[in-house]
């Protein structure tokens, strides 16, 4: 049975950092593509960052330059660096693990907020 489990989230102010963290399980998990993907409330759900199995990373346009993703293939968890936190960051972030098929997180709430 695959898992995503996601951790990391919570309330920050503006200008802070959270590090999320996401352990996977029941996949050879170097072999897959993983990301980070949000949603707001009332928007659809976008891409935040992507990491290929050969450590290639992609970004989304808000988040370049403040958000950082890497992978520990060894320990089956990708992590995604948030920096310089903006109340628009706030969402529930998923991870996201994905090679010919997708496997998704139950997701971990990240609130930015003075």
């Known amino acids: 049975q695959v898992q995503l489990v996601e951790s990391g989230g919570g309330l920050v102010q503006p200008g802070g950092s959270l590090r999320l963290s996401c352990a996977a399980s029941?996949?050879?998990?170097?072999?897959?593509?993983t990301g980070w993907y949000r949603q707001a409330p009332g928007k659809q759900r976008e891409l935040v960052a992507s990491?290929?199995?050969?450590?290639?990373?992609n970004y989304g346009d808000s988040v370049k330059g403040r958000f950082t993703i890497s992978r520990d293939n060894a320990k089956n968890t990708v992590y995604l660096q948030m920096n310089s936190l903006k109340p628009e960051d706030t969402a529930v972030y998923y991870c996201?693990?994905?090679?010919?098929?997708?496997?998704w997180g139950q997701g971990t709430q990240v609130t930015v907020s003075s």
């Open positions: 029941g996949i050879i998990f170097n072999i897959y593509a």
């Open positions: 996201n693990a994905e090679r010919f098929v997708a496997f």
């Open positions: 990491i290929t199995s050969g450590g290639s990373t």
